[in-house]
């Protein structure tokens, strides 16, 4: 140790730290994969219900509107055929 300056590490120490301090940062960074996929996961299953509710919402609406027709043309139906039986037993 009599050539290197003062305060610096034997060569084996210091790739012990540099072992240490990738094994850290390893540990660091698996466990903010781990952090980021659950907040990943978490948004894709909020996307998925909010498609879901929106996908419900717009067949609601055309079932709606679908029945708000079929009555509306039986009304009419019913209505013309009531006027022609009430023409035909009249004339």
């Given at each position: 140790m009599a050539g290197e300056p003062?305060?610096?590490?034997?060569?084996?120490?210091?790739?012990?730290q540099s072992l240490a301090q990738f094994e850290e940062a390893f540990r660091e960074e698996a466990?903010?994969?781990?952090?980021?996929?659950e907040r990943l996961r978490k948004e894709?299953?909020?996307r998925?219900?909010?498609?879901?509710?929106?996908?419900?919402r717009k067949q609601g609406s055309l079932r709606f509107t679908f029945l708000a027709?079929?009555?509306l043309a039986t009304a009419v139906i019913v209505t013309v055929?009531?006027?022609?039986?009430?023409a035909m037993l009249a004339g």
């Open positions: 003062a305060g610096s590490l034997p060569p084996t120490m210091r790739m012990r466990a903010e994969s781990i952090v980021r996929r894709a299953a909020q998925s219900r909010v498609r879901r509710v929106e996908r419900v027709l079929s009555i055929v009531m006027f022609e039986t009430l």
